[in-house]
C-alpha cells in the first residue's frame, strides 16, 4: 500500500508570496492533519480535515488554510508568506479522527527568502 | 509550563546500550501515547501507540506509561546506530481534539 505523498518535496518562495502544498493520503484514509516543523517550536499542530470538513484547528494565523477534497486529498494554503513560515510541513493521514494512528508523509522544505 | 515536555538531548551511547527517552505531560485527558523516530530530511515514522497506562512491547522497542505521575518512556533495547534519530512523544485525548507532540529527543547511537 502506498504512503502518503507530499508534492512538492523542497520550494523556495519570497515574503509575500503565496504557497499551496498538497497531501495524497494513504488509500482508504478519511483524516488528513498538517503540522509544521521547525526547530525551535518543533510539531506544531495546524488543523485537521475529515470528510472534506476542517475538524480542529491550531494556533495559526489565517494565512494559513486548508481544504480537502472529495477523494481525501488535501491542500495548505499559505498566503502572504514571512520569514518565519520557513519550515517542514507535514502532512499525516488516518483512517478516521485524529486519534487513530496517524501516517506522515515526508513533508514539503518551504523556504521564505 | 509546556504541555508536553522532552528532553532535547543530544543523548549519545554506545552500541549496544539500553536507551531510555521520556516524556512528562501536563493534561490529564491525554488518553492515547505514541512514540515516532524522525530520521533527519524524513517525516516522522510511528513507532508505539498505547492507550492508558501499561507497557507495550516490540521486539527491542518497549513503551510505558505512567498516568498517574504522567509520565511516558520509550527503551530501546540493544541499541543499534541505525536507531540514530529524533524521538518525538505524542499524546491525545479521547475526542482527538488535542493532539500534541513533545519537542524531541536527539538520539546518537556510535559504533
Known amino acids: 500500500k502506498a504512503g502518503v505523498t507530499q508534492t512538492p518535496r523542497y520550494l523556495i518562495k519570497t515574503r509575500g508570496q503565496q504557497v499551496t502544498l498538497s497531501c495524497s493520503p494513504i488509500?482508504?484514509?478519511?483524516?488528513v492533519s498538517w503540522y509544521q516543523q521547525t526547530p525551535g517550536q518543533g510539531l506544531q499542530f495546524l488543523f485537521e480535515y475529515f470528510s472534506e470538513t476542517q475538524r480542529n484547528k491550531g494556533n495559526f494565523p489565517g494565512r494559513f488554510s486548508g481544504r480537502q477534497f472529495s477523494n481525501s486529498r488535501s491542500e495548505m494554503n499559505v498566503s502572504t508568506l514571512e520569514l518565519g513560515d520557513s519550515a517542514l510541513y507535514l502532512c499525516a493521514s488516518s483512517l478516521d479522527i485524529s486519534t487513530d494512528t496517524q501516517y506522515f508523509g515526508p513533508g514539503t522544505r518551504l523556504t521564505v527568502l | 509550563q509546556k504541555e508536553v515536555e522532552q528532553d532535547p538531548g543530544p543523548l549519545s551511547v554506545p552500541e549496544g546500550a539500553i536507551v531510555s527517552l521520556n516524556c512528562t505531560y501536563s493534561?490529564?485527558?491525554?488518553?492515547?501515547f505514541m512514540w515516532y523516530r524522525q530520521y533527519s530530511r524524513k517525516g516522522p515514522e510511528l513507532l508505539m501507540y498505547t492507550y492508558s497506562s501499561g507497557n507495550k512491547e516490540d521486539g527491542r522497542f518497549t513503551a510505558q506509561v505512567d498516568k498517574s505521575s504522567k509520565y511516558i518512556s520509550l527503551f530501546i533495547r540493544d541499541s543499534q546506530p541505525s536507531d540514530s534519530a529524533t524521538y518525538l512523544c505524542a499524546m491525545s485525548d479521547n475526542y482527538g481534539q488535542n493532539f500534541v507532540f513533545g519537542p524531541g529527543t536527539r538520539l546518537s547511537v556510535l559504533p
Open positions: 488509500s482508504g484514509h478519511r483524516s
Open positions: 493534561n490529564s485527558a491525554f488518553q492515547y
